[in-house]
């Protein structure tokens, strides 16, 4: 005996090669399912006229669809008085945009918000199943309030 002992059976060797042909090495993905809905609010600086305000929103819609995501609803809440001077301005035109993208595409869209002087603020959450509920709620109760009935 030369004290290193006994060399494992070739049986052993077999079933340690069959155990990596059946496990995989990797998990298998799908990458397309990985989006999520998001709502971004933003507020324009209230120096902008009509044309100003629907061009830059029209600018923020184009980049959401160019970075493979869909708009599922918009609001323009128009102007509104802000709780406190943003940038020594005191009202300001706010948007509302529900949108379904990819997770890494939210920090672009940031990113933009950040470098369009008229944009003076900004926000985006990501919308749970709660929040979605709620949004349609509020979607339909204003559609309720905004069609005249006829009696």
Partial sequence: MDGAGPDPPPQDREVLDINRIL???RPNFNRKAMTNRYET???LTPVLSE?????????????????????????SWGMRK???????KSSGFYHLIEFE?????????????RRD???IR?????????????????????????EPTNA
């Fill in 51 to 75: 044309d100003q305000t629907k061009e830059t929103v029209k600018k923020f819609k184009d980049l959401i669809k160019t970075g493979r995501g869909k708009v599922h609803h918009e609001e």
């Fill in 23 to 25: 496990l995989p090495s």
């Fill in 82 to 88: 802000l709780a406190y001077p943003i940038q020594k």
């Fill in 122 to 146: 900004f926000l985006t959450t990501k919308m749970d199943k709660h929040h979605l509920g709620f949004a349609e709620k509020r979607r339909n109760k204003q559609k309720d309030n905004v």
């Fill in 117 to 119: 002087e008229r944009v």
């Fill in 101 to 113: 993208a990819d997770p890494a595409f939210v920090a672009k869209l940031e990113t933009e918000y």
């Fill in 41 to 43: 609010v933003f507020i």
